[in-house]
């Protein structure tokens, strides 16, 4: 199965990640995660996705195009993969489209863990990763509104689109998103 995961900063996108690579036996892309660690390392990825990530933008779409076509060439992709992160922007959505495309593959289905803003924010502030400062995230939850938001009805209308209440405990989420995937394919 091949799967993206949406939702603002907090959202609980890392956690549901987790449960369903392992539960899907799938390996899951957190771009979020990769930038990081690239940034640590400084590799070439890092250094160009760093002056970004401090202040809470989005690394430029080519950067990242390139990037997941690279990470979607490995082999460990073969059976299915869950991406955490990406897409981020309708240009990135459709990119991906493309690519799997290439590949003779498709995107099975776009999770959304719908959230309000105020649990978002307060979730964030509740971790202590360098980007979770009170500026940066209000940043954060301003760009998914006006970039990611409009990737739901990309999806919606390629009825690709399983909305989850993501205000519930994790294992319970986990559930529904369970239910929803086998219900549906
Ligand atoms: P995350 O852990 O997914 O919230 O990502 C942390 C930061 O990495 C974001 O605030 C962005 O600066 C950057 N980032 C992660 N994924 C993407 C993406 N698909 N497009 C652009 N920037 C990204």
């Given at each position: 199965m091949?799967l993206v995961?949406?939702?603002g900063p907090?959202a609980?996108?890392?956690?549901q990640t987790e ?5 899907l036996?799938?390996p899951?892309?957190s771009?979020g ?8 390392a ?7 996705a ?5 202040i809470?933008?989005?690394v430029?779409d080519e ?5 997941i076509r690279?990470?979607l ?11 955490d992160?990406?897409p981020?922007t ?9 690519l799997v495309?290439?590949?003779?593959q498709?995107?099975?289905?776009a999770?959304y863990?719908?959230?309000a803003?105020s649990v ?7 971790r202590?990763?360098a980007?979770?400062?009170p500026e940066i995230?209000?940043r954060?939850?301003?760009?998914f509104?006006?970039?990611?938001i409009?990737?739901?009805e990309?999806?919606?209308h390629?009825?690709k689109?399983l909305?989850?209440n993501g ?8 559930q529904e998103?369970?239910k929803?995937?086998m219900?549906?394919?």
């Open positions: 091949r995961i949406l939702g907090g609980g996108k890392g956690t449960y369903l690579c392992s539960y036996s799938i899951c892309i771009t995660e990769i930038l990081r660690e690239a940034i640590a400084q590799t070439s990825l890092g250094v160009l760093e002056p970004y990530v401090k809470g933008e989005l430029r950067t990242m195009i390139e990037f690279l990470r060439m490995v082999p460990d992709v073969t059976n299915g993969w869950l991406l992160g990406y981020r309708a240009f990135q959505a459709e990119e991906l489209d493309f495309e290439e590949f003779g498709k995107v099975d289905w999770i863990l719908d959230v803003d978002l924010m307060s979730r964030s502030l509740g202590s990763r980007d979770d400062r995230v209000k954060r939850i301003q760009l509104r006006d970039r990611t409009p990737i739901l990309y999806y919606e390629r009825q689109l909305t989850v205000d519930q405990p994790p294992e319970q989420i986990h998103i369970v929803k995937l219900g549906n394919s």
